[in-house]
């Protein structure tokens, strides 16, 4: 149960640019925490038991959709990626008090991202089902929180990208494969994410990340089985012969990405054996560029150097797919990777500004509408949030300055409401660190 609350004389940005901006308008929130009725200031009509929030002219806008990122770790600097402080911190996971430490460490992630203006959420890996904990309770209302879609345990092959981390599914073959998708259904998931390509974070050589790991079969049987049961699957996959394979077998969104060449547009646009029958792309520019930008303050071992140069390669991919995608009508999503060292879960706006940065063709309203009502459809939620419409969860962020004109005013959210619940004063850790980088 919300307070009813009336959020008045604002300048409302739909989400959906198709929809008028309104220059002086009002948002209803009722108390299941929907938008009960939206317009502009002279048609309205305030029903009884309202709290009035007088907005003197600030601007209002769908709150942002992170889709792509982990809430097992909130993205502070590391001195290395791979060696063996990161071994210790590893078996330290593996163990009951890690499993501890990391439900916190979920909980301090979700009041980050909420803070910053993030109102739904796509985990894409998590460790001890926390974002499947974490969803159901912000659903039953005991936690403030974004909309949470919850993939579980990532689905990894023997020495694939992120198999060490606590509770993966280690899976080897069609039917592994098909278990721990079945696995994951039983206990509660809304996506299935595997990395079908190797990554940059635990690559052994130069070009290791983007080589397909899993095999063409491997990854049809993962989707059959997902589609089987109603949900979509997000493979991590940074190269275009892995893409290729990932496409023909059917997966639903492709995270991070790499040169798109002409015979796979059509292949994202109408993909018969994806189960909407087309794929989403995922460029996460933010953990290539933040990796690259960190890069002098890790160690200088070989085995950084090598997580270094294959960062760039995939820096190079991730752009390059963004720009085809774009160019061509490829559904586009934000994600960050946050949990990457050097991308907080605070930071998602900054995606929203390289996407512009990079595609000439975009305004600011294009984008929003990526980070908005398109990234909500894309993982699912275009029912329920992404735009300001009557019915929908009130879902939003109110700005000092207009985001269609600069979108550095999503910095700093004046105050943010998630499901009708508001947060008048939103308060961020921001790490040091980072902010120093960037
Ligand atoms: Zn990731």
């Not at 909309?147 to 092959?157: N, Q, R």
């Amino acid at each position: 149960m919300c307070k009813k609350r009336a959020y008045i004389n604002a300048t409302i940005i739909n989400g959906d640019k198709l929809v008028p901006i309104i220059e002086k308008g009002f948002i209803l929130v009722n108390e299941d925490g929907e938008i009960f009725k939206t317009g502009s200031m002279d048609q309205l009509n305030l029903p009884e038991g309202y709290e009035v929030e007088d907005l003197n002219g600030k601007y209002i806008m769908p709150g942002l959709i992170n889709t792509h990122l982990h809430i097992f770790y909130d993205g502070s600097p590391r001195k290395e990626m791979v060696g063996e402080e990161m071994d210790k911190y590893i078996k330290m996971l593996h163990t009951e008090e890690g499993e501890k430490y990391l439900l916190g460490v979920a909980k301090n992630c979700i009041d980050t991202l909420v803070n910053s203006g993030v109102t739904a959420i796509r985990d894409v890996g998590s460790v001890y089902n926390h974002d499947i904990i974490m969803r159901n309770e912000i659903k039953s209302g005991k936690r403030v929180g974004p909309h949470v879609v919850a993939s579980g345990s990532l689905i990894v092959p023997t020495a694939g990208h992120g198999n060490y981390f606590p509770t993966m599914h280690i899976a080897d073959g069609p039917w592994e494969g098909r278990k721990a998708v079945r696995t994951n259904y039983a206990r509660g998931v809304d996506w299935i994410k595997i990395c079908s390509t190797g990554g940059v974070s635990d690559a052994r050589y130069i070009g290791e990340a983007g080589k397909p790991h899993y095999t063409f079969e491997e990854i049809e049987a993962i989707c059959d089985e997902a589609h089987r049961r109603n949900l979509m699957v997000a493979t991590h996959c940074q190269s275009t012969k892995g893409m290729r394979e990932a496409l023909l077998a059917g997966v639903d969104s492709i995270e991070h990405g790499g040169a798109i060449e002409d015979d796979m547009i059509s292949l994202f646009l109408d993909n018969p054996k994806s189960l909407r029958g087309y794929t989403a792309l995922c460029p996460t520019i933010s953990a290539p560029d933040a990796l690259i930008k960190s890069q002098a303050k890790f160690t200088s071992s070989k085995e950084n150097a090598i997580v270094f140069e294959n960062c760039k390669i995939i820096a190079e991919g991730c752009k390059s797919g963004l720009l085809t995608a774009i160019k061509h009508g490829i559904p586009v999503c934000v994600g960050t990777d946050a949990a990457v060292p050097y991308v907080s879960q605070y930071n998602t706006y900054k995606e929203l500004i390289y996407i512009n940065d990079a595609c000439e063709t975009l305004s600011e309203i294009d984008v929003i509408q990526i980070a908005t009502k398109d990234s909500a459809e894309i993982i699912g939620l275009g029912k329920i949030t992404g735009t300001l419409d009557e019915g929908k969860s009130a879902d939003f962020i109110v700005l000092d300055g207009n985001p269609a004109k600069d979108l550095n005013v999503l910095k700093n959210p004046l105050h943010v409401i998630a499901q009708g619940n508001f947060i008048k004063t939103p308060l961020i850790n921001r790490i040091k660190e980072i902010e120093d980088i960037f």
